[in-house]
């Protein structure tokens, strides 16, 4: 098991915000330098670049005629570039396809003399190479704002490599044009760095914008290229590792990581092939009401598939019949209907926790390793009194979701904010714990998220850092916020999950790894990202449409192997 401050940089990315990774290019090319000067150290980074962004075309290029079974037809690629180092890669790139015999047409929207420094040099052995560029020059059709012909329909793939990472404000009318005359083409298109027509400083998409299938970002990943406003553009987004030196990364880091599938295997805990159900790990869940029993065995389900030993679930007497008809492995702890007494109404009788169940629940979770609260648990007077009285006497490490979520927003007096009840509440019991809320359950706690998705990791990591919890905010990307200010973006986009159930489904996950033994921020961002994989296994084997929760318990299996 590898905890996540034992990772590299280039298995735990950091995340840098466009001014940081200026910083560290400008930093990393004095660094490089050595006997040679900054600019051809930078030409030696373009050219890694470069490299990266024709592996990536070829890769392209290869799928897009394995799918359409056109294996031996003709390829041809069009790179527009501009006069800075964003148009040098392209001309790396273009360097490179000429070389391996890839028809490639080199469209400029700068005049030779305007290319300087690194990208001048790329110029020129792309010259040498037999390379020409062609001015790109619009149409009037493209020039005019309501839509152009399709100029550059006849290439198999475009690559946007005219502005990149760090442009802002609108687009000049020349570079507007081409941006519209792609689009027009209906052809993929592959973005270095970043779209063009992304602004990197507002972080948010100008009209018009290129539309990638995919952008490959040079160094590190940058936190638009996931978030709601840039990711429809960004499209698959990928990273190029550039062989930086690692003082200078250390120097920029943000402390904010990308967190990806490909950490899951290093992340799993120990299994004790010697050991015996309870040395795998005990899990308790407390879950379900008398309109939810199926999230009680939602996250009781994928608790057992997520290598937990034992698992006992914590209902209300009414609804167990229900519970022990759907699931076979849990042990069942049966929350008396003494509850009764503390109802709202004849109907929450023996359906709702209840203060009444508190030493029962203690007992049972003495002997567990972790515990799980409020998939399903309802929003009953006394079902939110439970929640507030139980949390500060558990001691081992706990799951806090939905409806216990809901519970403690209560105590928000007034308006909900970083520092109101619910937040004093977290901060005043000692107990570990994981917070899961969606968006809405996290701003009746804390109040209002930045409207620009680029904000949340500096808000999230304050909070964590009050209340002394791990938030996870549940969404597209999931982002897991540390008390110790580390922020982990999990970036995942899959509408099959966006069903009610999928959230206990991860409750479950989470639970299970902590009684394995994994700490709150580990436990979280390995659920977040085994959580998104089942996921997306499920969506490619039944589609977006079709898929459920309980599906994304019988891809776990997958999903951890």
């Known amino acids: 098991m590898k905890l996540l401050d034992q990772f590299s940089y280039t298995e735990l990315m950091p995340v840098l915000s466009t001014e940081g990774m200026r910083a560290l290019d400008k930093a990393a090319k004095e660094a490089l330098a050595g006997e040679t000067t900054a600019i051809e150290a930078g030409y030696g980074l373009m050219k890694q670049a470069g490299a ?63 290319f300087q420094n690194e990208a001048k040099m790329a110029l020129d052995d792309f010259s040498l190479a037999g390379g020409r560029l062609i001015l790109y020059s619009p149409t009037t059709e493209s020039l005019s704002q309501t839509g152009t012909a399709p100029r550059f329909a006849d290439f198999n793939l475009i690559v946007d490599c005219m502005l990149g990472n760090g442009a802002h404000g609108e687009l000049r009318e020349l570079y507007a044009a081409a941006v519209r005359d792609i689009g027009a083409a209906g052809v993929p298109v592959v973005a ?37 406003e840039g990711g429809p553009v960004f499209g698959n987004a990928a990273v190029a590792p550039l062989c930086y030196p690692e003082e200078n990364i250390k120097q920029f880091d943000e402390i904010v990581y990308l967190a990806t599938e490909q950490i899951i295997p290093q992340m799993l805990p120990e299994r004790d092939d010697w050991g015996d159900k309870r040395a795998q790990g005990c899990a308790m869940i407390v879950a379900g009401s008398g309109d939810m029993p199926g999230a009680a065995a939602l996250c009781s389900g994928a608790a057992l598939r997520s290598g937990a030993g034992l698992v006992t679930l914590a209902s209300p007497d009414a609804i167990m019949p229900v519970l022990q008809a759907k699931l076979s492995e849990p042990v069942f702890c049966n929350l008396q209907d003494m509850a009764g007494q503390d109802g709202d109404t004849v109907d929450d009788r023996a359906t709702a926790l209840s203060p009444t169940h ?45 409806d216990a979520l809901n519970a403690i927003a209560s105590l928000n007096k007034t308006s909900a904010s970083p520092s109101s009840g619910a937040a004093s509440f977290l901060h005043g019991f000692a107990t570990t714990a994981v917070l899961t809320p969606h968006r809405r359950e996290f701003e009746r706690l804390f109040g209002a998220l930045p409207t620009n998705d680029i904000d949340i990791p500096n808000q999230l990591r304050n909070i964590a850092r009050h209340t002394k919890k791990v938030i996870l905010l549940k969404g597209a990307p999931t982002f897991v916020a540390s008390p110790d200010e580390r922020v982990f973006i999990v970036p995942a986009h899959n509408s099959g999950l966006a069903k009610g159930g999928s959230g206990d489904v991860l409750t479950g996950i989470i639970t299970a790894l902590l009684a394995q033994g994994l700490p709150t921020c580990e436990a979280a961002v390995l659920g977040a990202l085994l959580h998104q994989k089942a996921g997306r296994i499920a969506r490619e084997k039944l589609g977006a449409f079709s898929m459920l929760p309980s599906d994304v318990i019988d891809m776990l299996p997958q999903a951890f192997n």
């Open 52 to 114: 990266a962004l024709f592996k990536k075309v070829v890769e392209i290029l290869n799928r897009e005629q394995s799918t359409c079974g056109l294996e031996n037809t003709p390829r041809s690629v069009a790179v527009f570039v501009g006069g800075g180092n964003n148009g040098g890669d392209g001309l790396v790139l273009a360097k490179l396809l000429i070389e391996a015999g890839i028809p490639c047409t080199t469209y400029s929207l700068a005049t030779a003399d305007k």
């Open 192 to 228: 270095a760095d970043a779209p063009t027509g992304y602004d990197s400083q507002a972080h948010g998409r100008r009209e018009p914008c290129t539309h990638a299938l995919e952008t490959l970002m040079f160094g590190f990943p940058r936190l638009d290229a996931y978030t709601r």
């Open 358 to 402: 508190i030493p029962q629940i203690l007992e049972k979770a003495k002997h567990n390793q972790a515990l799980a609260i409020g998939p399903g648990i309802g929003s009953a007077e006394c079902t939110r009194d439970a929640v507030i009285d139980l949390l500060p006497q558990i001691k081992c490490p706990v799951v806090i979701d939905a």
